[in-house]
């Protein structure tokens, strides 16, 4: 059996830790790249780790070589000044694409953000996986970008190309919010998507919204479906959960796909 090696950018990450375990399949390796250094591979576990930036040429030259496949997932994953978000999110998607298009890597899946259509609102719903950007920071803007560097990649490189608007993947939705509850990608779904943007025969350039089949969605999932993806969970099931005890939430924050990020202070990093 011919071996897969697919690397992952923003390894040490949220998404990047939840799908370690996930992702494992025979004749796979999972080459791990993060700034901060992922944890070592345990005995036997076929996983190489890097350290390195998305920023960095050389480093994601060495990282992209002999890989048939690449998640980018590494970068500012919520708001930062203008110069960082430029310098991480949109200067470190064109290195880690370009050192893939080097290296000969015909896949690459880009982890965008519902961010980059914040500014839609729910009232469109089910919203299309391409409706065009409506971003709601510099973050949003980042990931429009991203998707846009994408395209670009895939007409002018025949790279196949999928950019996923990922709504909130967390291990549940309950420290989200109501929100959470329209926008949760659970993890094994997450796995489910990376595994059906793999193995997609020739997908081309896809844009696809990243949630599962909750109750409250309100984006399609017309486009992964078309790719194979088929979502096993909904986050109503943590709705009582989620809701005991809390005020109601602010319409306006459920009014947009962004949330809390359309009225947040733009270029200013909020850790929480
Ligand atoms: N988790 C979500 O709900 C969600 C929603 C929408 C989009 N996304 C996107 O998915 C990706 C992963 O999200 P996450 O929740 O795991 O974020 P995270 O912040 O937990 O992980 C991002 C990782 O990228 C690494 N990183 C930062 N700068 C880097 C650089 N220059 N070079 C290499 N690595 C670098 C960080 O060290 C971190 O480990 C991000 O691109 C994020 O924007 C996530």
New binding site residues.
């Given amino acids: 059996m011919t071996t897969q090696r697919v690397l992952i950018?923003?390894?040490?990450?949220?998404?990047?830790?939840m799908m370690r375990t996930r992702m494992r399949r025979d004749g796979r390796v999972l080459r791990l790249?993060?700034?901060?250094p992922p944890p070592p591979a345990e005995p036997g576990e076929p996983v190489e780790v890097i350290t390195?930036?998305?920023?960095d040429a050389a480093a994601m030259a060495e990282a992209c070589d002999g890989v048939d496949a690449l998640i980018?997932?590494?970068?500012?994953?919520?708001e930062h000044t203008w110069e960082d978000t430029l310098k991480?999110?949109i200067d470190?998607t064109h290195t880690a694409l370009e050192a893939a298009r080097m290296a000969g890597v015909t896949r690459v899946i880009l982890?965008?953000?519902?961010?980059a259509v914040g500014f839609r609102t729910t009232d469109e719903a089910p919203l299309p996986a391409d409706s065009s950007p409506r971003p709601d920071t510099y973050?949003g803007v980042s990931?429009a970008a991203m998707e846009a560097l994408g395209s670009l990649y895939h007409s002018r490189f025949g790279m196949d190309v999928i950019a996923i608007?990922?709504?909130?993947?967390?291990d549940t939705p309950l420290r989200l919010g109501v929100r959470g509850l329209v926008t949760w990608?659970s993890p094994d779904d997450c796995a489910r998507l990376f595994e059906a943007c793999l193995a997609a025969p020739s997908p081309g350039y896809r844009l696809i919204w990243?949630v599962s089949d909750n109750t409250r969605r309100t984006f399609s999932l017309a486009e992964a479906e078309e790719l194979g993806y088929r979502s096993e969970d909904n986050a109503e099931r943590f709705a009582e959960e989620v809701t005991a005890g809390r005020p109601a939430p602010d319409p306006a924050e459920l009014h947009y796909v962004g949330g809390g990020f359309c009225t947040a202070p733009l270029g200013k990093h909020n850790p929480v």
Avoid: Q
């Fill in positions: 950018t923003g390894a040490a990450g949220m998404v990047g830790t790249l993060d700034l901060t390195g930036s998305v920023t980018h997932l590494g970068g500012h994953s919520r991480v999110n470190g982890a965008s953000s519902n961010h973050y990931k608007r990922i709504g909130s993947c967390f990608l990243g």
